[in-house]
């Protein structure tokens, strides 16, 4: 039996033929249609059919269908109460794409989806407490506790960009240490720093940072730099440390893009423990690096029943 | 049948015979025997004997006992593993106490007793997520997650007063928004201000302040005391807004002596209402006072076992 899963995005819409072991055996892409529901659902039935087509499958070859979701979603009745940048309010997802494609359909969130996946890449190591924390855009997450997906009330939990960590104005956590926030840090740092080695970077990437010129700019033993990210990994490492005292997960996952630098994780390790009770009992949360990439979303919501 | 809980406290041991329902039958309290283990055991023992007379029932009758204590437990095991103000580390407290009494025993961490005895009190209401802060010399916490207590890797979660809620050192949560913090900044206040009606009050109490004080001055409309507090709820709010974003419960309890104040819960919900999207979904988090009191730690380490 084979499951599928589905990624929606605000500007792509992800799919894949998965596994019953969590294996992607063939996926796609398409722009997300927005402002039109028909058309969107019409675009998810046409990915369906294009992945179907991929795997050498037909549609009764599928158990299940998860589909992730940004914003707000009521998992139980399978409506995207509201999600801005997909112009969808209180929109029955569920029923509509049942009406267009014969197989049971489960709705969630698309951080707890990708959270799921993370935590499905872990199976083998029997954990039963897990957080993954995203960093994009903004700072999303999603957390498993007694090996089930925790979603909330309302299905809001896991939105620990929301968190606050300062008392400047505007003192949540994603303000601070979502990847937009360090690319922002950084082209400050830098129109304020013209002899900086950020700046002739910026400069050569047409005025704009992004995660790669700022790990460049590091590797270089760049001043500017170098302050612009340790401010970012006390940011981020303080958000963790929240985490950490609040939920005391077994395992926490960092994702997104930036996670998989080498240069991220170990000063975080170090931020946490030298500002936490992190290491000071014999058994302690593992802070890791996401595992999946761009697939994490398409895994959790493929397995979605599976765990809620 | 019935059960004993067991709230053992840094200055005071209370244990109750409580009903299967959850009401205290009959209670009493000693000074807790700190430094020697031997004679800890033995206060406890004394005390279970004191309360199965005052109910007038036999060890016989009590189905299980429950034990709440300060600091790091694993309830697995049913060892203190780190209980600095009772000077206890890696402590076999269950075994222990099931060689002085024969009924089984079951420990857990006080702040989680304290939160399962108040999510008892709203069995009434189907309650699924459950968060309770309590304010005291810090700030502790307990989770109640899909119907049952949430202790996490290690027992360890629910540590809300370690979360960083400001970029200023010792930013954590329990140094700005604990009682003790309250009384602090009211102490300093005063004696920055030698005609504001706080000092006087402080005066008149030996040059100490307490709750009772601050919200008397509050009343009088001492304006020192007003700003004292207005930042006191912004710190208390920071961090009530990280739980909401992060675990979404469906009800967050606030307990302590301060909570139960008419002062502080209004001005807390109208700041976590401006500053989060708490109220911007039909099915928001309810935030309330808790309405036990001291007997919450008794009630849930007697209920331990149905919750956990």
């Not at 998989?260 to 931020?271: F, G």
């Amino acid at each position: 039996m084979y499951y599928i899963g589905i990624d929606v995005g605000g500007t792509t819409v992800k799919a894949g033929v998965v596994s019953e072991t969590g294996h992607i055996i063939y996926k796609a892409a398409n722009p997300t249609v927005i402002g039109d529901e028909v058309s969107f659902i019409n675009g998810i039935a046409d990915l369906i059919e294009v992945i179907l087509k991929g795997a050498n499958l037909q549609i009764s070859d599928i158990q299940r269908i998860g589909v992730g979701c940004p914003g707000g979603v009521d998992a139980e009745e399978g409506v995207v109460v509201c999600a801005g940048n997909l112009g969808l309010k209180n929109f029955p997802l569920r029923t509509k794409l049942e009406k267009a494609i014969s197989a049971p359909i489960l709705v969630n969130n698309d951080a707890n989806c990708a959270a799921l996946g993370e935590y499905h890449a872990l199976r083998d190591r029997d954990i039963s407490s897990f957080v993954m924390v995203t960093l994009g855009t903004g700072v999303g997450g999603g957390i498993i506790i007694n090996k089930k997906l925790y979603t909330g009330y309302a299905g809001l939990a896991g939105e620990f960009g929301g968190m606050i960590i300062s008392q400047e104005e505007k003192g949540n956590w994603e303000h601070f240490a979502s990847a937009s926030a360090l690319v922002s840090a950084a082209e400050k740092a830098a129109y304020e720093n013209h002899k900086s080695v950020l700046f002739s970077l910026i400069q050569q990437n047409g005025g704009k940072a992004n995660g790669e010129i700022i790990f460049q700019a590091l590797r270089c033993n760049d001043k500017v730099t170098e302050t612009v990210f340790r401010d970012y990994i006390r940011y981020l490492g303080d958000g963790i440390i929240s985490i950490l005292y609040s939920l005391r997960p077994q395992v926490i996952a960092i994702g997104g893009g930036l996670s998989q630098a080498e240069e991220l994780l170990e000063p975080l390790k170090k931020h946490v423990a030298e500002n936490s009770n992190w290491l000071k009992r014999k058994k302690h949360t593992q802070i890791c690096k996401a595992v999946l990439g761009n697939d994490a979303g398409i895994v959790g919501a493929a397995l979605l029943k599976d765990y809620t």
